[in-house]
């Protein structure tokens, strides 16, 4: 355990990413910009700093020369990524895709206009007149969403003229490092939205998992479900747009692709070089290896012989109302325990602010049961754990 791995990015999905390395033998290097992140308490070496920080970030690889390095977050000073490359360093899944998945703009020009993959029509603004036209030529209702974000921040929906103005402020206080530019997408009328975990490997060929349905508020999940039932023509073609978008990128790794199911097929929408929030739902059992432990596999050369989908799973999250810096208490967490196909993971995040993700419930059931009366037992079990500061 004398090779390193640099993890930049230590929340919830990092943690559970640490644990399935270490069962492999690895020593990880948790990295974020707040001390006692999640991934941190399960690592064997942390670093704090702000990773849009070039410099810091340098040092940090320099410091602790890793085998691999390995984002887990978007606010990143990506573009390093290249020379590290160049330096013979290993970047996960590959510099290119770090760099094209932090900027929608990057990803969705890729999509749309390299690739010809069908996507929502769009238009970008980086300040307000040009915005206000480009939600003219999108029309109404449209998506507003900060290149560079994530868990929905800044994200809107514009509906009336008086959203308009009040969107672009809330997309600018949302945004995430020094890009101020925003993306505007027209309205999908879609009946199903899901995430198709992708795995492409150095040796063998691309995976797909179950797809995985999700149900979404202010822009972040709230719960998900695997698996999503969904036509199996629009499966294949997801499948495929997931197959040319994340070999464009290149590098091996688990991608969470997004897609939108919609009447006339199927909506490429976004994709994460990494698990997504969304695959927690894997947790609860439903495939023989879940997220984190494909990602760790696959990084690491080792080999995944078939993905099997076993049960169905679910997760439902549990969220803070309050703003503190202290660290949060938790009650009702025995209640939710009750039924024994149910598990609870609280992340062991610092402090709390509303509707920050502190914890999920995950469930499971046959394949063969109500996946209505699955989620319903997880959201009314996760509704028990209340998050006091």
Not at 48 to 67: I, N, Q, S, T, Y
């Amino acid at each position: 355990m004398t090779d390193k791995i640099l993890l930049l990015g230590s929340g919830e999905l990092g943690k559970e990413l640490v644990i399935a390395l270490q069962r492999l033998g690895q020593h990880l290097v948790a990295c974020d910009n707040y001390p006692g992140a999640p991934a941190m308490q399960v690592a064997q070496e942390f670093e704090v700093f702000d990773m849009l920080d070039g410099d810091a970030l340098e040092a940090a690889v320099r410091k602790h020369d890793p085998k691999l390095i390995v984002p887990e977050v978007e606010s990143i000073r990506t573009e390093k990524f290249y020379a590290f490359e160049k330096e013979g360093y290993t970047v996960v899944p590959s510099a290119k895709a770090a760099n094209f998945t932090m900027n929608r703009k990057l990803i969705r020009d890729l999509a749309a206009k390299d690739l010809g993959l069908r996507t929502a029509n769009y238009r970008y603004a980086t300040e307000l007149a040009g915005f206000r036209n480009a939600v003219a030529e999108v029309g109404m209702p449209c998506v507003v969403k900060p290149l560079m974000s994530s868990s929905g921040k800044g994200q809107s929906v514009i509906r009336t003229m008086a959203d308009i103005d009040k969107s672009w402020e809330y997309a600018m206080e949302g945004s995430r490092g020094d890009l101020k530019e925003v993306i505007i997408e027209a309205f999908v009328s879609f009946h199903t939205e899901i995430t198709l975990l992708t795995v492409t490997q150095n040796n063998g060929p691309t995976l797909f998992c179950a797809p995985i349905g999700h149900r979404q508020e202010r822009g972040d999940y709230q719960e998900s479900w695997q698996p999503c039932a969904i036509d199996a023509a629009d499966l294949k073609e997801a499948q495929e747009m997931a197959g040319k978008v994340t070999e464009a990128l290149t590098g091996a790794g688990i991608w969470g692709v997004e897609f939108f199911i919609a009447d006339d097929g199927v909506y490429f929408s976004e994709l994460s070089p990494r698990p997504h929030d969304t695959g927690m739902a894997t947790l609860a059992g439903s495939q023989n290896l879940s997220e984190f432990e494909l990602h760790a596999r696959t990084i690491l050369g080792l080999p995944i012989p078939s993905i099997r989908l076993e049960r169905a799973g679910v997760s439902a999250v549990i969220l803070a109302t309050d703003q503190s810096n202290e660290p949060p208490r938790f009650e009702g967490v025995e209640e939710a325990m009750q039924d024994p196909r149910h598990d609870v993971r609280l992340f062991g995040k610092p402090s709390t602010r509303p509707y920050r993700r502190m914890g999920v419930v995950i469930a499971y059931d046959e394949l063969d049961g109500d996946m209505d009366d699955l989620r319903k037992r997880a959201a009314e079990a996760a509704a028990k754990v209340k998050v006091n500061p």
